[in-house]
């Protein structure tokens, strides 16, 4: 079959799965501003943005000759559970002979789940099947991690692009991998490629740090989001983002009673503040920003799309929250008329209170160890005064005495 999916994340790993199961790929562009316009002329109007661009992107890949789109869905609350049927009815209408198969948590309906997986493994028998599943997660693992690196060296490097250019190369390396064993050479070379490249030198204490938390599609796709972890990478800003394609998956297979993954743990932070789900990423979203503040993070930047229920839910949440643990939160809300210059514009506003709200701490700190100092000292002279008239006032005792 003819098979594509959305443009996010890492799509290496989309691709070589498919490749492996014997399917011809049609990649998805990077979105456009014709994906865009083509999404909201066949989209619902106060649809989300992540419906909207998807729907561009389907439509292209229809374009294309794709047979078969495969996605994944939502929960709750959220639209993204009506999104494939919506988008089926859409290309049915539209002339196109093109299925939408979504993939949701397989605890939900494990039934449903292997059903979707029978649709797309080509024959492959089962024993194959696994080896290709563990070889493709394997791929995307070791790709997000070191997408993770990135977005905390590229802060700091000398020549502008240097990083992102490197990271171009990797994702070729990546995509020419066949084996577990060409997976962890590739990733050694890349972390030898990203070893090479010249940074400048800051001291741990006087590094800024910010998290991105909202919508999983918008966070994980730079043209939606107008490229905002370069842009703060470009403002000196090391960046974390809390979604990945690997997160995704282990918090969807791995049962939530073993220790990992991270996210379930995450998620039952926010319970005193989030106690229900409204669906979506936005309880998790909310036991991010409380982990980022505990870790010493500067600031937060949360990402959502216009009209998302469950990241409103969090926005009306964000002002009290960010007061009661004193950490610095910038929403925006992401849709078709968000220009990049407005996003750099805020972003770079953002930064510079950060920064500075970071250094007043650093000088608080300074004040209270010179403070302390001084008080020591004090004590200290104080002991050593008191000492020495003991010392000039106390009769000495004669060594020997006779009787």
Not at 340 to 361: C, P
């Amino acid at each position: 079959m003819k098979v594509s999916f959305p443009h996010m994340g890492c799509i290496t790993g989309y691709k070589r799965l498919m490749e492996k199961l014997g399917h011809e790929v049609i990649m998805p562009d990077t979105p456009t501003q014709r994906t865009m316009d083509l999404g909201v002329k066949y989209s619902p109007e106060f649809i989300c943005i992540p419906f909207k661009v998807m729907m561009g992107t389907y439509i292209e890949c229809a374009e294309k000759g794709a047979e078969v789109i495969v996605s994944s869905g939502g929960n709750g609350p959220c639209r993204a559970g009506m999104y494939p049927d919506v988008h089926q009815k859409v290309l049915e209408e539209l002339g196109y002979d093109t299925k939408v198969i979504v993939f949701d948590n397989m605890f939900v309906d494990f039934k449903a789940f292997y059903q979707k997986i029978l649709m797309i493994k080509n024959n492959t028998p089962t024993h194959k099947l696994i080896g290709i599943a563990i070889f493709c997660y394997n791929l995307i693992k070791k790709m997000d991690r070191l997408e993770k690196q990135l977005k905390i060296r590229r802060a700091y490097e000398l020549n502008q692009g240097d990083f992102t250019k490197a990271w171009k190369k990797i994702v070729k390396m990546f995509e020419a991998c066949e084996t577990n064993a060409d997976l962890r050479r590739a990733y050694k070379k890349a972390i030898d490629m990203y070893d090479s490249i010249p940074v400048r030198h800051v001291e741990e204490s006087d590094r800024i740090r910010v998290g991105i938390v909202g919508e999983i599609y918008v966070i994980m796709e730079p043209s939606v989001n107008k490229n905002t972890e370069e842009i703060l990478n470009s403002l000196g800003v090391e960046v974390e983002n809390v979604q990945y394609i690997s997160d995704w998956v282990e918090h969807n297979v791995v049962p939530k009673w073993l220790p990992f993954p991270r996210s379930h743990r995450i998620f039952n932070l926010s319970d005193k503040i989030s106690p229900i789900n409204c669906g979506g990423h936005d309880k998790e979203n909310m036991g991010w920003v409380i982990d980022f503040a505990r870790r010493g993070f500067d600031g937060v930047v949360h990402l959502m799309p216009f009209a998302c229920l469950p990241e409103l839910v969090n926005l009306g949440k964000f002002p009290a929250v960010s007061e009661e643990l004193n950490l610095p939160i910038l929403s925006l809300s992401l849709d078709e008329q968000m220009g990049e210059a407005h996003v750099k514009t805020r972003l770079e506003a953002f930064t510079d209170l950060i920064r500075s709200k970071h250094y007043a701490k650093q000088r608080t700190r300074l004040d209270d160890v010179a403070e302390t100092l001084e008080s020591a000292a004090k004590k200290v002279g104080d002991k050593v005064g008191e000492v020495r008239d003991n010392l000039t006032t106390t009769p000495k005792t004669p060594k020997y005495q006779t009787k």
